[in-house]
């Protein structure tokens, strides 16, 4: 819970629907108030910028990809806690600058280290 007492929210933005759904529902498991988007597009109209707690996206998407997603964010809520997921391996993350960045998971993602490393952004 946050300090306003409800769950902590987290968007997730992936285009992959398995990936967004089966951490949508690690996520949920613990507690966490999660919104899925299917797209960076998707995410930016539903206006949760201003509301969610944290935020989880896939790197290589179709369209507006994660690093143009996450820099747009940033603009916004530079200090919104920021993790990326991606199957590649090959990511050049130089061009984030100016967000609040706190991992690259790779897939399969280790769902252990996802949940703490949320936590440990939250500070809970």
Do not use: W
């Not at 960076?40 to 369209?63: K, N």
């Not at 391996?89 to 703490?116: M, Q």
Request: charged share 25%; net charge negative; aromatic share 4%.
């Amino acid at each position: 819970m946050n300090t306003e007492g409800r769950p902590y929210m987290i968007g997730i933005v992936d285009d992959d629907r398995r990936v967004l759904e089966s951490v949508g529902n690690l996520l949920e498991s613990t507690g966490y108030d999660v919104h899925l988007f299917d797209s960076g597009e998707a995410f930016l109209d539903a206006d949760v910028i201003g509301r969610i707690d944290a935020l989880i996206c896939d790197i290589r998407m179709p369209g507006m990809d994660g690093i143009t997603l996450v820099q747009r964010v940033g603009m916004e809520r530079p200090h919104l806690p920021v993790m990326l997921i991606t199957a590649c391996s090959d990511v050049d993350l130089t061009a984030i600058r100016g967000v609040n960045y706190r991992g690259i998971f790779r897939k399969p993602i280790d769902a252990a280290a996802l949940i703490e490393a949320i936590a440990a952004s939250l500070k809970i």
